[in-house]
Nanobody, 117 residues
Framework: QVRLEESGGGSAQAGESMRLSCVVSGYTYSDHCMAWYRQRPGLAREGVVVLGSDGSVMYADSVKGRFTVYKDDAKSTLDLQMDRLKSEDTGMYYC???????????WGQGIQVTVSS
């Protein structure tokens, strides 16, 4: 059974940092793409960062230069370091894993991030 479990969310002030962690089990994630998504209030779910199975990394323009993703194959974790947070980063953040065709197939339960200005 595949499980993606997020942790590390909560509240922060604008300009502060926060780190999210996703522990992956039941899934050989080193062979698949992985991603962090978020859903901000009133908006559709959107990709924050996608890590391709080939090692490529793509960040959303809105987080480039502020967010950094870390993947630890030995620990089966996918961390999202979020620096210089903005109020518009507020939302539910989801860890996601892809099927072999590259489409997202697995989702974590989501974790809330709230940034106050």
């Amino acid at each position: 059974q595949v499980r993606l479990e997020e942790s590390g969310g909560g509240s922060a002030q604008a300009g502060e940092s926060m780190r999210l962690s996703c522990v992956v089990s039941g899934y050989t994630y080193s062979d698949h793409c992985m991603a962090w998504y978020r859903q901000r209030p009133g908006l559709a779910r959107e990709g924050v960062v996608v890590l391709g199975s080939d090692g490529s990394v793509m960040y959303a323009d809105s987080v480039k230069g502020r967010f950094t993703v870390y993947k630890d194959d030995a620990k089966s974790t996918l961390d999202l370091q979020m620096d210089r947070l903005k109020s518009e980063d507020t939302g539910m953040y989801y860890c996601a894993g892809c099927a072999r065709n590259g489409e997202v197939k697995y989702w974590g339960q989501g974790i809330q991030v709230t940034v106050s200005s």
